[in-house]
């Protein structure tokens, strides 16, 4: 790990001075996977500026929508007698991901930051067009088990290691921003980028940009049938190979509205719009599950190692739907 300078800001506006000040400044939170990357030699910021001073922790019920501060700890909002009721979906999606001893360190901002944790980024004896732009993809026709089927480029096939993310796109969220000029929101599912021919950039934020809050629409239709579930290697503190969020609104037997987001696929979290358009005012059955795994998987492709996700992500999606609804 290089050399770096420390400084600590109490305000949004004296953090976005401080990072536009210096191009080779890092704004730090919890560290939990920033710290990771300096240690490894994939980034090396001279600069850290402390944003936990920040008011940025509140979980609170503001006009209809839950709105989290970007510095809220992902074990406090799991934890929160808010989400666990508004937002079972993003409290599951949490308590999924990493440790217990992460979690109460990581933020929700953080989370969002986080990055991909494909082997051959964190390799620096290796090509990755995420570290190091023009050097090659080494996962491409190297052991690519975890990788994308959605998505991807010749570029970069690297998947985005969240949970929580997958709750928040399913869910509808945006995010908010603010900068030098003011503030911006944006739609969670236009937050992340996929890689194209820039797989260097993970998301749409621009120099100079802090998260400060993600904003949740209250549906409480959801909230009475959401579930996050995660196939993964072991039990605990592992990525997944696949993960999906499902929160629908049900009447009778009949699905009314639905969001769907799969999680270990894609270099973004990934929504699956097209089956969420199917399900809408269809009975719940299997045969209506099966087909919308079906519509889900349409455009995915496996490289070698990974093939086995195309019939996993299907058997996931179908489980979780048929379990959410009551069908299993």
Partial sequence: MINFDYVRTSSAKSAIEAINKDAASAFIAGGTNLVDLMKRGVASPEKLIDINSLPL????????HIRIGALALNSDVAESDLIIKKMPLLSQALSAGASPQLRHMATIGGNMMQRTRCTYFYDTAMPCNKRQPGSGCGALKGYNRMHAIFGASESCIAVHPS?????????DA????????????????????????TPEKDNNLTRGELITAIEIPNNDAFAKNSLYVKIRDRASYAFALISVGVALDIEGDTIRNAGIAMGGVAHKPWRLSAAEDFLKGKKISAENFNQAAAISMKDAKGYGHNNFKLTLGANTIVQALKTVSGLS
């Fill in 57 to 64: 922790k509140s979980i609170e019920e503001v006009n209809g």
């Fill in 163 to 171: 949970d929580m993310c997958i709750a928040l796109t399913a869910l």
């Fill in 174 to 197: 945006s995010v908010t921003i603010s900068n030098s000029q003011g503030e911006r929101k944006i739609p969670f599912g236009d937050f992340h980028r996929l890689p194209g021919s």
